[in-house]
């Protein structure tokens, strides 16, 4: 069972910024990809941002040119670049890594974009 520990959600104004962390048990060799999904209030779960042990990242199409998606293998750390953020950026975000067989979820970290 891989272990994940998220970090870095907070309460922000809109046009802020934020980086969330995402610290994983396991080498980045056995990882066959890792990202971020996010779950606002009375909506699905929804996938923000991933990427690939080659370093492929897929975005969707709502964080655009304002998340960015990137991982430490020294520190077995993925983390999740938020800039320009914006009231329907309000979500709870849980990272996930996918190995042979398994996704493995962190525990989730508020994120609050209000004025």
């Known amino acids: 069972q891989v272990q994940l520990v998220e970090s870095g959600g907070g309460l922000v104004q809109p046009g802020g910024s934020l980086r969330l962390s995402c610290a994983y048990s396991?080498?980045?060799?056995?990882?066959?990809?890792l990202g971020w999904y996010r779950q606002a209030p009375g909506k699905q779960r929804e996938l923000v941002a991933a990427?690939?042990?080659?370093?492929?990242?897929n975005y969707a199409d709502s964080v655009k040119g304002r998340f960015t998606i990137s991982r430490d293998n020294a520190k077995n750390t993925l983390y999740l670049q938020m800039n320009s953020l914006k009231f329907e950026d309000t979500a709870v975000y849980y990272c996930?890594?996918?190995?042979?067989?398994?996704?493995?979820w962190g525990q989730g970290t508020q994120v609050t974009v209000s004025s």
């Open positions: 990427i690939t042990r080659g370093s492929s990242t």
């Open positions: 396991v080498s980045i060799f056995s990882i066959y990809g």
């Open positions: 996930f890594v996918d190995i042979p067989g398994q996704r493995s």
